[in-house]
């Protein structure tokens, strides 16, 4: 029998393409605003934090409703994550800062807003380059698991860097920051109940 989720991966290939097409889009037909440079820039900040925290929901998704479906697009989604956090570097980098590396060296060293953003892109890079099952093999599932969970870090380092730049309101990074935080605490309060299933199936064969 076909797989019955075949049409799960392109669709969520498709639909991750998506805001990449339509900024593509808004570029050539000179519809990004006053400052395309800087839109360009921001929409993909943004996209890149909504896909790391889409990431991060799929195993709190399948902890509270039992579904297998968002395991299924997990590497999928933390690999756009990837991918949109090093195109909104590189706009920055080509685009903004014009290649001049001394000003982008000053910029990661001295505004404490880009330092967070670099190293929430240096924290992704491991992350995408082990995304294999081949470094899942080689790692063996526990180093892979416990390396895995900088995606936390990643997105925390992303909410931080966001909420440093907007100075004003602060509300959409904090909105970013308190879904993540449930996120996480949905993850650990699994992690403390399988932890205490063990301990008393561990009891109760020595019983
Ligand atoms: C996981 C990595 C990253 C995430 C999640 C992220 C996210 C964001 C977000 C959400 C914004 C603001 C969007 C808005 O205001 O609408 C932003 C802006 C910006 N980010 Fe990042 N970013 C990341 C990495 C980086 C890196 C590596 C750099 C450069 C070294 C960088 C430089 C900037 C700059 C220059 C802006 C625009 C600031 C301005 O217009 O004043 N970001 N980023």
Redo the contacts with the bound molecule.
């Keep these: 029998m076909a797989n019955p989720r075949s049409w799960l991966e392109p669709a969520v290939v498709a639909g991750s393409l998506a805001p990449f097409v339509l900024l593509g889009v808004r570029a050539l037909g000179g519809t990004l605003g006053a400052?395309p440079v800087?839109e360009l820039?921001?929409?993909?900040?943004?996209v890149?934090?909504v896909f790391?925290v889409a990431s991060l929901a799929c195993t709190p998704l399948k902890i509270l409703l039992g579904w297998k479906w968002p395991i299924a697009v997990r590497r999928t989604l933390g690999l756009f994550?990837?991918f949109?956090?090093l195109a909104?570097?590189l706009v920055?980098?080509v685009l903004?800062r014009e290649l001049a590396l001394g000003a982008?060296v000053a910029?990661?060293t001295e505004r404490p807003?880009?330092?967070?953003?670099?190293?929430?892109?240096?924290?992704?890079v491991p992350l995408a380059v082990t995304s294999t099952k081949r470094a899942l093999q080689r790692l063996g599932p526990r180093r892979w698991r416990w390396l895995h969970r900088l995606a936390y870090v990643?997105?925390v380092?992303?909410?931080v860097?966001?909420f440093i730049?907007?100075k004003k309101d602060t509300t959409?990074?904090l909105v970013?920051g308190a879904v993540l935080g449930l996120l996480f605490a949905v993850r650990l309060g699994d992690a403390v109940q399988k932890q205490l299933r063990q301990r008393a199936a561990r009891r109760r064969t020595l019983s």
């Design positions: 400052d800087a820039l921001n929409q993909l900040g943004l890149t934090l790391l994550a990837f949109s956090a909104h570097f920055y980098l903004d982008v910029d990661v807003f880009v330092t967070v953003g670099f190293a929430a892109l240096v924290v992704l990643a997105g380092l992303g909410v860097h966001f730049r907007v959409e990074p970013y």
